[in-house]
Structures are given as C-alpha cells and as structure tokens.
C-alpha cells in the first residue's frame, strides 16, 4: 500500500498546527512533518510515497512567491503542491498553476473549503477556489487553464459544494448534517441552483456535474 508523507511548510507555528490536526483528521496514518521554511526540507519524495506539500505564504514575504514556487516544484517534482496564501486575490494564481503546483487556497477559507482541497490534490484532481475562477485577472485571461470548464462560473463555493451531493443523490437531511446547516438552507440552495444551472430535476443536476468534473479534470491534470 503507498504511503502518504504531508510537508507543511509555514513561518507560523499556529498555522502549522492547525493544518497538523487536520489532515491527521483526514488521514491517520500520514507521515505528518513541519518546517519553518523550505530549505529546511530534505529530499524526501519517493515513488513509493505520495507526498503532499503544502506552502504557507504572507503579505510580508521578501521571497516573490512566484520563485519560491519554481524552487518547490524543482526541488520536489514528484510531489502535490498546495499554495496557502495569506492573500485571497493573488494576480499570479493561474500562473502558479502553470508552473506545477496543484492546489491553491486563501487562509481566510474555511474548514470544509480546505477539506475539500485537500482531498481533491490527493485523488490527483487540481483545485481553485470560485471567487479566483469568477475573478477577472485580465492579464492571465488567456493562460487560465480553468476558464469556461465548471458550472461554479456561476455557482458560489457552497452552492457548487451542495449541488456536488445533490448530484450524487445524497438527500437534503444528510448534506444539512454534513455541512452542519439546516435542511431548510439546503432547499434553498437547492433553488437558487437549478435556477442558475438552468436543470428542472436531479438527474440533469448530476449528469451535469459528473460531466463538469470529468472535464474539470481533463482540462488541467
């Protein structure tokens, strides 16, 4: 059975921390190590070894981001790399894309949008949150590998999270529990999607999802 060896790369101890608990939460038997900066990181990646290295970036950095990325993705190349920016309107997302790494998130996300993240870079897909893909970087437009692939160009991250279940046929009482919302909440997403997805029924909604994520998926791995 591969094993799974997570790097979390952060100035910050708190920050490290809580990323810690998490993906232990999500994957019990990962090696789990911390580093304050990447120099600090041996060669560690094997083929034996799904690594998953998760760069914690800040405002205050005096490394360009985009260089240190380059020097991840060199140092690292068989490894996931998740960008977890303390900025939440990079201009330079698509680009960090385009150089290799695999995930990229704002700190100020919440949980179930980081599990989600997370488990996506594992299963090998690549993940981006909405408000980037809706955002109008116009000077990396044209090099945007997600462009015009996703129903979430209209839907916000819940509704897209919730329209995700609602196509794999999970009931609106279990999505409530899962997303810890109330059922009353999930048909009014409910709504609000069918609406802006333009689908009449269920079915429609899955088949629409299940073909978004295959191109999803095809477009950008």
């Given at each position: 059975m591969r094993t799974m060896t997570i790097i979390l790369v952060d100035k910050q101890p708190i920050t490290?921390?809580?990323?810690r608990l998490l993906f232990r939460g999500l994957f019990k038997q990962a090696n789990i190590m911390e580093f304050e900066?990447?120099?600090q990181v041996k060669d560690l990646c094997s083929t034996t070894s799904q690594t998953i290295l998760v760069l914690g970036f800040y405002n205050s950095d005096k490394t360009p981001h985009i260089r240190y990325i380059i020097s991840a993705v060199q140092k690292f190349p068989l490894?996931?790399?998740?960008?977890?920016?303390d900025n939440s309107d990079d201009p330079l997302v698509f680009k960090y894309f385009q150089i290799g790494i695999s995930g990229y998130l704002a700190k100020q996300s919440s949980l179930h949008e980081l599990s989600y993240c997370i488990n996506d870079v594992v299963s090998g897909k690549k993940y981006i949150p909405v408000n980037i893909l809706l955002h109008d970087h116009k000077n990396d437009l044209?090099?945007?590998p997600f462009q015009r692939v996703i129903?979430?160009?209209?839907?916000?991250f819940q509704e897209y999270e919730i329209a995700t279940y609602l196509g794999k046929g999970m009931r609106n009482?279990?999505?409530a529990r899962k997303l810890q919302i109330k059922p009353t909440t999930v048909s009014y997403y409910k709504y609000k999607i069918f609406k802006k997805l333009n689908v009449s029924n269920i079915l429609?909604?899955?088949e629409l999802m299940e073909s978004d994520s295959y191109s999803y998926k095809e477009k950008i791995t």
């Open positions: 490290r921390l809580g990323l900066c990447l120099n490894a996931s790399i998740i960008v977890y920016d044209k090099n945007n129903p979430s160009q209209k839907l916000s009482a279990w999505i429609k909604l899955g």
